[in-house]
Structure formats: C-alpha cells, structure tokens
C-alpha cells in the first residue's frame, strides 16, 4: 500500500503535468487546415519585376561611417531602401515609382516595370545640384510625391541622412531640387508623411528624425568623439527631433513652408528615435491625428486639437486591461517600432493601426501590434486616453521577424485587408544574435556609447533570410501568413512597401524596396469574380473651378490628389469599409494617393453608397453622398 508521502509526492508531480501541459498547449499556435490553406491561396497570384538598377556605377556593400561607428558599420547602414508610387504624369495611374537603392546612394523615376507603358521615358536622376550635396557625407532615405505648389505637376520631396529635405519641382519631367529649409542642418530623417494638419485646406509636411540633430553618422573623416547611441532600448529619449511645416503660400512656381517649432510643446521627450510616422482622421473631423513608430521606447499618438491659426495636440495613451502585458497599450509599449500602417482592420467604418516591431522567434519575440479601435472618441480630450486595444496576438498578426514597414490592402477585393510586412536587418553569414541579445540585457548607461557595442561589420547577420510575410484572414477570423503557398516567400532584407493598382486593372500590385539587393515590383494577377470600386479624389488647383463635385468628367481642369480626403462605404451586409488618400504613411514606402475597396461577388452592382468628406483650401469641411458602379471613378471636388 503506497504511503501517504508517495501519494503526495505523485500528486504534485501529477500537478506539475498537468500545469506544463497547459502551459505548452497556450504556446501551440492554431494552424490553418491544408485545404482552406488551399482554398485561400487561390486568389493570389502575382508576377514578379525587379525595378531598374543602373549601369556604369560599382554597388556598395556597406556605407562608409564616422570613425566611432566603425565597429557597427553595418548596424549603421541597416536603412535607406524607399519606394513610392507616383502619378507623375497626371494621368490618372500609378504607375510611375520613385526608388533609392543604397547600393547606388541616388535618387531615380522610373516607369513601373513590366506595366503596360513602361517604356515610356527613361529612368530619370533627381539630382540635388547645384544645391549642397556631399555624396561622401550625405544618403537620400525616403521621398514624399505631391504637387507641392498645386499647379497640377507632381513634385517629390526627398529627406536625407546629413542635410534636410529638398523639394524637386517638375515642369514637363525636368526638375529643379529647391531646399525646403535651411540647407546647413544636419538631419538623419527616416520617415515622412504629408497631411493638412491645421486645417486650412493646404498639405503640411512631417518629417521625422533618427539620430540627433547635428550628428555626423556619414562622415567617415570626422575626428569629433561626440556621436552617440540610444541611452536604453526601452526608454531611449535622445534622438532627433521631428519636424513639421505648415504651407504658407506658393510664389514663383515654388511652395513656402513656415517652420512650426513648438508643435510638440505639449508632449514629454520629443526628442525620440522615429523610424515611421503615419498621420490621418481618426475620429471624424478631418484633421489627422498622428501616430510616430519609435524605436528604443513608446510610441506616440498625438490627437490632433488644431485650428488654422493654432497646432495643438495633445499625447493618447492606452488603458491596460488586466490580462494585457504593459507593452501592448498604446503609449506605453517598450519595443522597437519601424514600420505603421492605418487601416479598418475589422471593416466597421474605424480606422485601426497595424505596428511592426521585431518579433523574431528565437532571437527577440517583442511583438507586432493590431490596435482595434473601439471608436470611442468622446472623451479622449479630457482624459487622455486612447481608445484602441491590441488583438494582435489572437488575430495572428504578433509574430513574424524583424519588422519593417507594414501594410494593410485588399488584394483580392474580397472587401477583406490582408496584411504584408518588409521585414529582416542584415543579411550575412555570422549570427550575431547572441551578442544583441547580451548587450540588450547590460546597463542602460552604456548603450549610448558605441564602442562598446559588440562588433557588427560586413558580414555580420540579424535576420538576414526570412521572407516577407503575407498575412490572409482565414474563415474563423484569424490570419495567416501565405506568402510560400503564393509563391512570394524568398529570403529578403526588406524596408519598404508601396501598393498601388500600377495597370489599373482593378487588383492591387505592391513593391519591395529592398536593402543591399536588387528590389521588385509584383503584379498582381487576380482572375477571380470579386468586383471593386477605385476613386480618385482630386481636387481643382484653381479654387472655384466647380461649384459642385463632378463624377467622372469628360475633361479635367489641372488637379492635385485630396490628400486626407476620406471615403466610406456601406456594404449589403450592413458592415463598413472605410479609406483615405494615403500621403506617404509608414517607414520609407508609399502608396498611392487613391482610395481603393474591394466588394466581393456583389449582386446589386448599380447603386453602391458612399460618403466622400474632405477639406478645401478655404479650410471648410465638406462631405456629400455619392452611389457608384463597379470600377475606377474619378471625383473632381470643390475646392
């Protein structure tokens, strides 16, 4: 007969199961059954068409970098990949792409390749001579396309490591490179979104910073010893600043920008470590709030309180619920931001925010955002609180690498987003995870030093062979990633994504920029029966040309794109969709300046209800209802 010690002692043994047991069932992640697997997969198909790579110029490996930052040289020269999706001959596509490939360290235009009318010009240099440019000094990072002086021609604004942004003004596809400011200011800008932030009908640039104001990250002939790093990997608050102008007036074909130096007068340690940067209406009045993706430290949602005459934002934080980790609440998160998207995640009429972190398995598994809204907005001025949760985990969107830039698009007008990530650091052949994760767990004090970071030269690799996940909505509501059932999952060090309908055939194509290797765009080859409805929002650029908006007219008067106008859509099923024209939203990738929804096999294809609201350069907040029909619509609004 057992003693009644050796039944307890079996007993807690049995406990003990019993507890591993459900600890390990909590970590088995649920798994797509092979044949929906199969059946989702079949919508997506996609071609893919690397982008123009120059001819007559050695590609660099690595960037050259201040002495200090020698040992982490390839720590340094992680970022600079960017594309964007431009119309830049106002013809109603996106199918032009504005690309910085490192390897080169310039700035090109080019026709999208492999769309139907690639030929059409030659890739073009946008060159920042005469102004001051020192190649050895100096890498372009990111570019923002718009019609800056409104006379119905796309411009680009390019920001750089090393000086501040310049404007290229286009005349019939010759530009001219204009400073937006003061030449001699030494930024390091990572990101950079455009948005009418005070309301008054004109579009204001943001443009975010990396290091500190005043660095010389580039500059390899450097014999100062005052370059710097974070101050800690969670609460780092010695970056560079962010900065944000207002549009003044355009003069002599060029647009004027004034300054707005105490825009974040309001809000504790602006000096953050920004790598994306998206902006956007969130609660319905039409002025943009702002959301910065920091590395190094939290986050921030600034709700825009703004007038014409007066920038005002005031800092969101989330509220934690008791079974949330700290870092899952808006505001407070520790982990490292690079990449944000917005977009209606659960289609009910709410814009959401989708985050990219590093979440690698076996290395640092911080996490990926999903913030639901919960559309609550009335007493966010008061309190302070944002009112957003984060679902990423049980909608599987927590886990993947070392994220990057982040999108939500519909690419099989199912009325569903799916969701694509660039991910990885950099691609080598020694693992150097081991030192990260033993200089991420030292003292804080140290961080800020670079020299006693472990060595991370050529050579080195950080997630360097993971693909790019493709994140699809399975039938109980939570995605997974298809990217290898569709064919897309090779091994890329990715940064930015842009997603645009590049052949207008009414499927949404995308595009890798990719960093220290060639990069490419992906058709889309979409053959299923799901319809969708394509607008382009624009707006006159002669104030007064219509005195009401026009559906699809035979002619168009010169027009600028409605950035921040918004459009929503009442589905059969009595669920929302909701868009906005996007102007530049995330890490270095931008869309295009379209709204976009998918509607599945729809029965009643003649009266689709929509409700189009936006500003006009008065600064009057204006809306109309409108019904369409499958298909792309122009919209020209009063402005």
Known sequence: ???????????????????????????????????????????????????????????????K????????????????????????????????????????????????????????????????????????????????????????????LVYYWGRSPIIFYQDKLEFTPKNLTDNSLRWFSNAGTLADFNGDGHLDILVTNYFPNGSRVLDAEALDKDQTMQHSMS????????????????????????????????????????????????????????????????????????????????????????????????????????????????????IDIYVSNIADEYALEESHFAFISTNNWED???????????????????????????????????????????TGFVKGDIDRWPELQELAIGNDELLSTPEIWPELKEGADLSGHDHNPFFVRSSNGRFFDLAGE???????????????????????????ANQWESSFLYENKYSGKNAFVGINLLLPVEPGAVSEPVLNPASLPPFRYAIGAKAKLMSADKTYQIDFVDGGNGHSGVNSAQVYFGLGEIQNAENIPFEISWIDSKGTSRSIEIKLTPGWHNLLLVN
């Open 380 to 422: 966010a001025p008061t309190s302070g609180r944002a009112p957003f949760h984060n679902e990423s985990e049980s909608l599987g969107l927590s886990r993947s690498s070392w994220g990057w830039d982040s999108k939500l698009a519909d690419f099989n007008n199912d009325g569903q987003v799916e969701a694509i990530q660039a």
């Open 235 to 350: 609460r780092a608050f010695n970056g560079g600043r962010n900065h944000l102008f207002l549009w003044k007036e355009n003069k002599e074909g060029q647009a004027s920008y004034e300054a707005a130096n105490n825009w974040l007068q309001n809000i504790d340690h602006p000096e953050d470590w920004t790598l994306a940067v998206a902006a956007a209406d969130l609660n319905g009045d039409l002025l943009p709030e702002i959301y910065l993706s920091n590395d190094f430290g939290p986050d921030k949602l600034l709700l825009n309180q703004s007038t014409p005459n007066d920038l005002n934002f005031k800092l969101l934080k989330g509220k934690r619920k008791f079974k949330s980790i700290p870092s899952s609440v808006v505001g407070k998160d520790s982990f490292k931001g690079m990449g944000v998207d917005f977009g209606d995640i659960n289609n009910d009429g709410a």
């Open 486 to 512: 569709i064919g897309i999952d090779q091994p890329m060090v990715t940064r930015g994504i842009g997603i645009a309908d590049a052949d207008k055939d009414g499927d949404l194509d995308f595009v890798f």
């Open 65 to 156: 970098v201040h002495p200090q930052y020698d040992r982490i040289s390839a720590w340094i020269s992680s970022v600079g990949a960017s594309i964007a999706f431009t119309d830049i001959d106002a013809d109603l596509t996106f199918n032009d792409l504005i690309h910085i490939d490192p390897r080169y360290n310039k700035v090109y235009l080019q026709a999208a390749p492999g769309i139907k009318g690639e030929n059409r010009y030659a890739p073009i240099l946008l060159d920042p001579a005469p102004l001051h440019y020192d190649e050895e000094t100096m890498a372009p990072m990111g570019v923002l396309p718009n019609d800056f002086n409104e006379d119905g021609q796309m411009d680009v």
């Open 1 to 63: 007969m057992p003693s009644k010690i050796n039944l307890k002692l079996w007993g807690v043994r049995l406990l003990a199961i019993l507890i591993l047991t459900v600890l390990y069932g909590l970590t088995v992640l649920p798994h797509l059954d092979p044949l929906e697997e199969k059946e989702l997969a079949k919508d997506f198909s996609f071609q893919k068409n690397q982008l123009f790579e120059p001819e007559g110029i050695v590609p660099a490996k690595i960037r």
